[in-house]
């Protein structure tokens, strides 16, 4: 089936700095979704995409749905401690009501 | 904001039990999800409803699950004989019609068993 990608796995980071972490898939994806997760919470949308090459921005977060469908980024610019947890990528293949597949995650902690 | 509420919060059952794990979508929307998470995992879907049938399940879903929207509010998952490796944490989400509508999540149950 599917598989999404995601890199790094974990990133330590001081308050302020900027974080990268992209998402690749196995095969085209037609909606790119970023969710945040809490400990002990479920996952928050925080940016959808849908076009090819589409650029959206959400306050500090600015993702990206790649050229050749396969991959996503999301970056945050100058992090907060509230940015600590988890980031997943998630698509439906097809379109939007199908399920969606789960990227494994990378997990952002800030360091004091 | 509407969301998406789940109940109760924390299941502990004993193996071999009957646990009913219960959700409340939002109120417009005309798809719904269960999807687990086994701890330190990612998030796994497990099925999706839509017009009082299931459209899709996956190959986590078996016999011992099923599905009901016993009214207009309420989507459950019924798990009829937990076993231990059902330990997870288990969110319903929902989603409008149309194809660039996001689906949004509740807070999920934890479900442990022993």
């Known amino acids: 089936g599917q598989q999404l990608n995601q890199s790094p796995q974990s990133m330590f980071i001081q308050e302020g700095e900027d974080v990268s972490m992209n998402c690749t898939s196995s095969s085209i994806f037609n909606t790119w979704l970023w969710y945040k997760q809490d400990p002990g919470e479920g996952p928050v949308l925080l940016i959808a995409l849908y076009k090819a090459g589409e650029l959206t921005s959400n306050g500090r977060l600015t993702a990206q749905f790649g050229i050749t469908r396969k991959d996503s980024f999301l970056n945050i610019s100058a992090s907060i401690p509230s940015d600590v947890g988890i980031y997943f990528c998630a698509g439906p293949p097809n379109f939007g009501n199908e399920k969606l597949t789960f990227g494994t995650g990378t997990r952002l902690t800030i360091i004091p | 904001e509407p969301e998406v509420t789940q109940t109760p919060s924390h299941q502990v059952t004993q193996m071999g039990q009957e646990v009913i794990l219960r959700c409340v979508p939002i109120?417009?929307?005309?798809?719904f999800y269960w999807y687990r998470q086994i701890l330190g995992q990612k998030v796994e879907f497990l099925v999706s409803?839509?017009?009082?049938?299931?459209?899709?399940k996956s190959e986590i879903f078996d016999d011992q699950f099923s599905v009901e929207r016993p009214d207009g509010s309420n989507f459950t998952l019924k798990i009829r004989s937990t076993k231990l490796e059902d330990s997870a944490m288990y969110f319903c989400?929902?989603?409008?019609?149309?194809?660039?509508?996001?689906?949004?999540f509740g807070d999920g149950t934890r479900l442990s068993i022993l």
């Open positions: 989400a929902s989603g409008q019609d149309g194809s660039n509508q996001p689906q949004h």
């Open positions: 409803f839509y017009n009082n049938e299931i459209s899709e």
């Open positions: 109120s417009n929307h005309l798809y």
